[in-house]
């Protein structure tokens, strides 16, 4: 599952209940982080989702703080200023549901995901020429890194492989070398077994490197693509 | 450990998380997690009821290009520790009561 589809699931769970709308996006904005956190450390985006705890404990909490609300509202009000900046927020986003409050709303106060789909899309159309291109410039300098890296990691497994067998078969020949030419042709081919073994295990090497790197360039691009449709 | 002793515990090593320094959710998780087994959809009604009872106060700080929501302990969070540090003193004695009873038979 997805954090986009988490969030979803759980405002679409909340929506069946009298949970109040402010407190419902209190909740996403906790899962939302919580979620980030989780992937800031590594994890991916299944398993950050994964972690949060059963469905089941979820929806118990979403219940129960149905139950719990009147009681959080009094001390809301009692409460420092703090909550009074929590409150704008809330406010700001409680016409979300509403589609014709969202001219009235601060967007500068709101965070990124609260909704105003009529702008946002329109914003998208008229702008297109302008990212479309540098999302396509982007795109290609990603494609470009991950074939240089992908051949490089191609090349270097190859001569790797083939200096190792090179060096294994001069060995039946460096005796050869001896029976026939005399033991400095012998001693000339041994030094280059050991050249060739030397040079293989650095090309290895050097191809586990690149692996490394194509996995941080697999991972940096998996990221890039998730932010861009978020 | 029964349900309702675990969830007062929680309630308190919460609280215990954030009192020399303010901290944000994944934090206190990482910090309690060694000593009792807590989920990111267990704290939450834990923060909101400490919330609630004006134990704690929330702040949010700019990282990462999002923001993080930090807990700050009150006064009243405060004395709440104390009071519990105090609660467990008297339990402790009960407690080695009861073990050395236990013990000696």
Same mark, same amino acid.
């Given at each position: 599952?997805?954090? $986009?589809?988490?969030?979803?699931?759980?405002?679409? /769970?909340?929506?069946? =209940?009298?949970?109040?709308?402010?407190?419902?996006?209190?909740?996403?904005?906790?899962?939302?982080? @919580?979620?980030?956190?989780?992937?800031?450390?590594? !994890?991916?985006?299944?398993?950050?989702?994964?972690?949060?705890?059963?469905?089941?404990?979820?929806?118990?909490?979403?219940?129960?703080? %149905?139950?719990?609300?009147?009681?959080?509202?009094?001390?809301? =009000?009692?409460?420092?200023?703090? /909550? =009074?900046?929590?409150?704008?927020?809330?406010?700001? !986003?409680?016409?979300?549901? #509403?589609?014709?409050?969202?001219?009235?709303?601060?967007?500068?106060?709101?965070?990124?995901?609260? $909704?105003?789909?009529?702008?946002?899309?329109?914003?998208?159309?008229?702008?297109?020429?302008?990212?479309?291109?540098?999302?396509?410039?982007?795109?290609?300098?990603?494609? +470009?890194?991950?074939?240089?890296?992908?051949?490089?990691?191609?090349?270097?497994?190859?001569?790797?492989? !083939?200096?190792?067998? +090179?060096?294994?078969?001069?060995?039946?020949?460096?005796?050869?070398?001896?029976?026939?030419?005399?033991?400095?042709?012998?001693?000339?081919?041994?030094?280059?077994?050991?050249? @060739?073994?030397?040079?293989?295990?650095?090309?290895?090497?050097?191809?586990?490197?690149?692996?490394?790197?194509?996995?941080?360039?697999?991972?940096?691009? #998996?990221?890039?693509?998730?932010? &861009?449709? $978020? | 450990?029964?349900?309702?002793?675990?969830?007062?515990?929680?309630?308190?090593?919460?609280?215990?998380?954030?009192?020399?320094?303010?901290?944000?959710?994944?934090?206190?998780?990482?910090?309690?997690?060694?000593?009792? *087994?807590?989920?990111?959809?267990?704290?939450?009604?834990?923060?909101?009821?400490?919330? !609630?009872? *004006? %134990? &704690?106060?929330?702040? #949010?700080?700019?990282?990462?290009?999002?923001?993080?929501?930090?807990? $700050?302990? =009150?006064? @009243?969070?405060?004395?709440?520790?104390?009071?519990?540090?105090?609660?467990?003193?008297?339990?402790?004695?009960?407690?080695?009561?009861?073990?050395?009873?236990?013990?000696?038979?």
């Amino acid at each position: 599952m997805t954090k $986009h589809d988490f969030l979803m699931a759980v405002r679409a /769970h909340a929506e069946g =209940t009298t949970l109040p709308p402010q407190e419902l996006e209190k909740m996403l904005e906790y899962y939302s982080e @919580m979620i980030d956190e989780a992937m800031e450390e590594g !994890a991916t985006e299944e398993e950050a989702v994964g972690k949060l705890g059963s469905w089941s404990e979820i929806i118990g909490q979403i219940n129960a703080a %149905c139950e719990n609300y009147d009681s959080t509202q009094q001390s809301q =009000t009692q409460n420092d200023e703090i /909550h =009074t900046e929590f409150k704008q927020k809330e406010q700001a !986003a409680a016409p979300v549901s #509403s589609a014709a409050a969202s001219s009235t709303a601060e967007p500068e106060a709101v965070r990124g995901y609260i $909704h105003m789909p009529w702008l946002r899309i329109t914003l998208l159309i008229v702008t297109f020429p302008f990212w479309f291109t540098i999302l396509v410039i982007l795109g290609s300098i990603l494609f +470009a890194f991950f074939c240089v890296v992908g051949s490089l990691m191609v090349t270097f497994s190859v001569l790797a492989v !083939a200096l190792i067998i +090179a060096a294994i078969i001069t060995v039946p020949a460096s005796l050869i070398l001896w029976a026939t030419n005399g033991f400095t042709s012998f001693a000339l081919a041994v030094s280059m077994i050991f050249l @060739m073994i030397g040079v293989g295990l650095l090309c290895k090497e050097l191809f586990v490197g690149f692996i490394w790197l194509f996995k941080k360039l697999m991972h940096f691009s #998996s990221v890039c693509f998730q932010k &861009l449709f $978020h | 450990m029964d349900n309702q002793m675990k969830r007062g515990l929680l309630d308190i090593c919460v609280l215990a998380a954030i009192k020399n320094h303010d901290s944000y959710g994944y934090q206190i998780i990482k910090d309690i997690t060694p000593y009792v *087994n807590i989920s990111e959809s267990t704290l939450y009604p834990i923060l909101r009821r400490l919330e !609630a009872a *004006n %134990c &704690l106060t929330v702040y #949010s700080v700019e990282h990462n290009g999002r923001l993080r929501k930090y807990y $700050h302990l =009150t006064d @009243m969070g405060q004395t709440r520790l104390n009071m519990f540090v105090e609660e467990w003193k008297e339990i402790m004695s009960i407690y080695q009561f009861i073990v050395k009873e236990t013990e000696t038979i």
